[in-house]
């Protein structure tokens, strides 16, 4: 069964940072791309990162391209993401997804709130 576990979210100030971390159970991680979504109130996802499934290729989104770097561990079965110089448009759930088949498989994601 495929587990996706999102963690590290919280409440920061702008321009502060965090990481999310993602620990993958229940598949071959090594060998899937992985992404980033995320979903701010109100609204519907929004598509931030995805990395290779060997880490040697990453894309971003417009809107946190300079900010956020994503990251794998495959030894660890776990993707993160850096995100610095937060501001509050980046509030939102944050989810890791994985395509899978014909499937797309999210986690329960980490609430990041970036506020004063």
């Known amino acids: 069964e495929v587990q996706l576990v999102e963690s590290g979210g919280g409440l920061v100030q702008p321009g502060g940072s965090l990481r999310l971390s993602c620990a993958a159970s229940?598949?071959?991680?090594?060998?899937?791309?992985m992404s980033w979504v995320r979903q701010a109130p109100g609204k519907g996802p929004e598509w931030v990162s995805a990395?290779?499934?060997?880490?040697?290729?990453?894309y971003y989104a417009d809107s946190v391209k300079g900010r956020f770097t994503i990251s794998r561990d495959n030894a660890k079965n776990t993707l993160y993401l850096q995100m610095n110089s937060l501001k509050p448009e980046d509030t939102a759930v944050y989810y890791c997804?994985?395509?899978?088949?014909?499937?797309?498989?999210w986690g329960q994601g980490t609430q990041v709130t970036v506020s004063s």
């Open positions: 990395i290779n499934s060997g880490g040697g290729s990453t």
């Open positions: 997804a994985l395509k899978l088949g014909v499937g797309v498989y």
């Open positions: 229940g598949f071959t991680f090594g060998s899937y791309d």
